[in-house]
């Protein structure tokens, strides 16, 4: 657990974290959304101590982080940011390895450790863990800056804009790997983005972030359907918010079971934008839905339109 309690953080006469308090639970996937310069990297920052607060305090599971040695209370947390920062010098298998080997992992158990993780993060082809940093795509980098991050398995990972500057598909690629991975290990992950869509389809719950305070925080669905003011009802979309809704909303929370349709079937695990996307492409405006493999009923346009909940 990560709580930040009346955190007040000011660069000369600029206050850039304004007496903000916000707790993030275990186990939870939180985003820190908001604008440039709103604060998010700074907030994200004061948790592994890069950025000293003037006020208030950070604690981790209970404990406050001014209190600790800054290199075990970074020991302890996983850092990802967008620009990697791998070591050039290194193997990926040794930037990997980073934090396992200066906790004293036996070699056995680091070498086991990296090609799960290279599997994890579908980098597995032959000789991936001897290449050196420059050989490797932007994406690779990313995933091996994940990779590294989750290494040790911290219960804490700390991910600033780590898919920024990557094309559409490789991140939402990554961004799949990394919700399974943290549903799979139950990690609190606390991830900075400025890019709605991302911060809505990955996160647990989401706080929008404007000028240094938490405007709002909560599900991505309460963001949407109940934003606090007008503000965060403009940064959350205004009337593209519905749009936004279908890709946080799954088909199996809509479809009526026992129903019937044609066409090829969509898994109920899926959102409502995929279902939309299925639509249109069979040009058909009900579905099939599978659940556990099996078709158990449909899911009609109407219900992508007409919310039952
Ligand atoms: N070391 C620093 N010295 C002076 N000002 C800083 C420093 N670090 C951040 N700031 C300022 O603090 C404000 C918040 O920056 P921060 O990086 O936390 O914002 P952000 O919400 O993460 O923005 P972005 O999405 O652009 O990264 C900005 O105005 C920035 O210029």
């Known amino acids: 657990m990560i709580e930040f309690d009346h955190v007040h953080k000011r660069f000369g006469d600029h206050v850039v974290i304004d007496d903000l308090s916000l707790r993030v639970e275990d186990g939870e996937f939180f985003v820190l959304v908001g604008p440039s310069g709103s604060g998010k990297s700074t907030l994200l920052r004061t948790v592994n101590r890069l950025v000293h607060i003037d006020a208030g305090s950070v604690r981790i599971d209970g404990v406050d982080a001014a209190t600790q040695a800054v290199e075990t209370l970074r020991r302890g947390i996983g850092y990802a940011i967008q620009s990697v920062g791998l070591f050039p010098h290194r193997t ?14 036996p070699e056995h158990e680091i070498r086991a450790r990296v090609e799960d993780l290279l599997e994890l993060l579908k980098l597995d082809e032959p000789g991936f863990a001897d290449r050196y940093p420059d050989t490797l795509s932007g994406g690779q980098q990313q995933r091996v800056g994940v990779a590294r ?6 219960r804490i990972v700390l991910m600033d804009e780590p898919f920024g500057a990557l094309d559409p598909v490789t991140r939402e690629s990554l961004q799949t790997s990394l919700k399974a991975i943290q549903r799979d ?29 938490v405007a709002q925080v909560g599900t991505p669905l309460e963001l949407i359907r109940h934003p606090v003011n007008e ?13 936004r ?29 995929d279902a939309l996307g299925a639509m249109l492409m069979q040009g058909r405006d009900r579905l099939p839905v599978l659940d556990a493999g099996q078709v158990a009923g449909a899911i009609l346009l109407t219900d992508l339109v007409v919310s039952r909940e």
């Open 92 to 105: 990926v298998g040794e930037n990997i390895a980073t934090v396992p080997r200066l906790l004293g992992w």
């Open 231 to 243: 503000r965060v009802r403009e940064f959350v979309g205004g009337s593209r918010a519905r749009l």
């Open 245 to 273: 809704e279908l890709a946080v909303r799954c088909v199996r929370d809509s479809m009526r079971k026992g129903e019937v349709a044609d066409g090829d079937a969509i898994d109920g695990a899926a959102s409502l934008q």
């Open 149 to 154: 991050a989750l290494a040790a398995r911290p």
């Open 185 to 213: 290990t139950a990690t609190t992950i606390l991830f900075v983005t400025h890019d709605m869509d991302e911060a809505f389809g990955l996160g647990h719950r989401v706080a929008l972030m404007l000028d240094g305070k």
